[in-house]
């Protein structure tokens, strides 16, 4: 019996298009203010920088792990910003990754249960499918804009993404 | 699974997460703005609120014509309205998602100003992009918003830095 691929033939166009707004404002991310941060409770540009770089590596972590559990030794290690160069570098990879990734998923995979948990108390749970929309796709989408904000308030004209920006129509 | 079920997945979690954002927007300060270039909070905050609109458009029209088109003004009157508008306007886009058959999705979705093209892609995609990644596009910039004028963030994917992880 062959594989239906219905949710990746929906997906891969979807994330292609995300990937390339995010590749243009990564681009955009200047050397040289590694610490700068709105607000004190804020993360820094290189920290922001450097997660959505790495967003994407939640889709192998959703479509391919059994789940996630942040209490884990080493679950997670955050990627570091070194170079906005650098950063993108590892962008650019881990988004070709993606992108394979959910052209690989067939639809039977998608339906799975995923939960992402700390330890034993439940964080999230839902399909690999959801899991992946809510923490590999919308979860770049949110911090995309985020950093968007940090550009504009360094002075550095912002690309735009939906529509136009105040520099780019 | 049908597209709308595929679409259904992760609506009801992103606009409960949308409208925890809005009932956090003040009322005293609709004329902030980060930077020069930035839209004032006010009107940020009715876009996002009002931007299940534009799904609905996407979802009930077979295109929208900027040159043609009437679209209401982004004027903020308060947080009440805002939740209001949000909580009309999703249930509208909701019941239209869900009443949208296979093939009302696979429908080409003009988007034109006059005779330029801006997009024309299906109405599934462009549900998505116009609508949906939008309105997590700006609810984002809108909780920036919030932090630098020391409100409280609600966390969104994770924990914010005033709504921590506590296992």
Request: net charge negative; glycine share 4%; charged share 20%.
């Given at each position: 019996?062959?594989?239906?691929?219905t949710?990746s033939a929906?997906?891969?166009?979807?994330?292609?298009?995300?990937?390339?707004?995010?590749?243009?404002i990564?681009?955009?991310?200047?050397?040289?203010?590694?610490?700068?941060?709105?607000?004190?409770?804020s993360?820094?540009?290189?920290?922001?920088?450097?997660h959505v770089?790495?967003?994407?590596?939640?889709?192998?972590?959703?479509?391919t792990?059994?789940?996630?559990?942040?209490?884990?030794?080493?679950?997670?290690?955050?990627?570091?910003?070194?170079?906005?160069?650098?950063?993108?570098a590892?962008?650019?990879?881990?988004?070709?990754?993606?992108?394979a990734?959910?052209?690989?998923?067939s639809?039977?995979k998608?339906?799975?249960?995923?939960?992402?948990?700390?330890?034993?108390?439940?964080?999230?749970?839902?399909?690999r499918?959801s899991a992946?929309?809510?923490?590999?796709?919308s979860?770049?989408?949110?911090?995309?804009?985020q950093?968007?904000v940090y550009l504009?308030?360094?002075?550095?004209p912002?690309?735009?993404?939906?529509?136009?920006?105040?520099d780019?129509? | 699974?049908?597209?709308?079920?595929i679409?259904?997945e992760?609506?009801?979690?992103?606009?409960?997460?949308?409208?925890?954002?809005?009932?956090?927007?003040?009322?005293?300060?609709?004329?902030?703005?980060?930077?020069?270039?930035?839209?004032p909070?006010?009107?940020?905050?009715?876009?996002v609120?009002?931007?299940?609109?534009l799904g609905?458009?996407?979802?009930t029209?077979?295109?929208l014509?900027?040159?043609?088109?009437?679209?209401?003004?982004?004027?903020f009157?308060?947080?009440?309205?805002?939740?209001?508008d949000?909580?009309?306007?999703?249930?509208?886009a909701r019941?239209a998602?869900?009443?949208?058959?296979?093939?009302?999705?696979?429908h080409?979705?003009?988007?034109?100003?006059?005779?330029?093209?801006?997009?024309?892609n299906?109405?599934?995609c462009?549900?998505?992009?116009?609508?949906?990644?939008?309105?997590?596009?700006h609810?984002?910039q809108?909780?920036?918003?919030?932090r630098?004028?020391?409100l409280?963030?609600?966390?969104?994917?994770?924990?914010?830095?005033?709504?921590?992880?506590?296992?």
């Amino acid at each position: 019996m062959s594989e239906s691929h219905t949710f990746s033939a929906f997906l891969a166009p979807e994330l292609e298009s995300e990937i390339a707004i995010t590749r243009r404002i990564l681009a955009a991310v200047p050397d040289g203010h590694n610490d700068f941060k709105p607000h004190d409770k804020s993360m820094t540009l290189a920290r922001l920088a450097a997660h959505v770089a790495e967003l994407p590596s939640f889709a192998s972590v959703t479509l391919t792990n059994p789940n996630f559990d942040l209490a884990a030794p080493n679950s997670y290690k955050p990627h570091v910003f070194e170079t906005s160069a650098q950063n993108l570098a590892a962008f650019d990879s881990l988004a070709a990754d993606a992108i394979a990734t959910v052209n690989a998923t067939s639809d039977e995979k998608f339906g799975e249960p995923w939960s992402l948990v700390y330890g034993d108390y439940e964080i999230f749970k839902g399909t690999r499918h959801s899991a992946f929309r809510a923490m590999a796709m919308s979860h770049l989408v949110h911090h995309r804009a985020q950093l968007g904000v940090y550009l504009r308030l360094l002075g550095v004209p912002v690309p735009k993404t939906y529509g136009p920006s105040a520099d780019e129509q | 699974m049908t597209t709308a079920e595929i679409l259904l997945e992760d609506f009801d979690m992103e606009m409960a997460m949308t409208r925890r954002i809005l009932a956090a927007v003040p009322e005293d300060r609709p004329d902030y703005k980060p930077h020069e270039k930035s839209m004032p909070l006010g009107r940020l905050a009715v876009h996002v609120a009002t931007l299940p609109r534009l799904g609905i458009n996407v979802l009930t029209s077979s295109g929208l014509d900027l040159a043609t088109a009437t679209w209401p003004t982004l004027t903020f009157a308060s947080t009440e309205q805002l939740l209001t508008d949000f909580d009309t306007l999703s249930s509208q886009a909701r019941t239209a998602l869900a009443n949208s058959s296979d093939a009302d999705l696979e429908h080409i979705w003009r988007f034109t100003v006059g005779d330029r093209v801006l997009s024309a892609n299906t109405r599934s995609c462009t549900f998505r992009h116009m609508f949906f990644s939008h309105m997590i596009h700006h609810r984002a910039q809108l909780g920036v918003y919030l932090r630098l004028n020391n409100l409280p963030v609600p966390g969104v994917y994770g924990p914010s830095a005033d709504e921590p992880f506590t296992p």
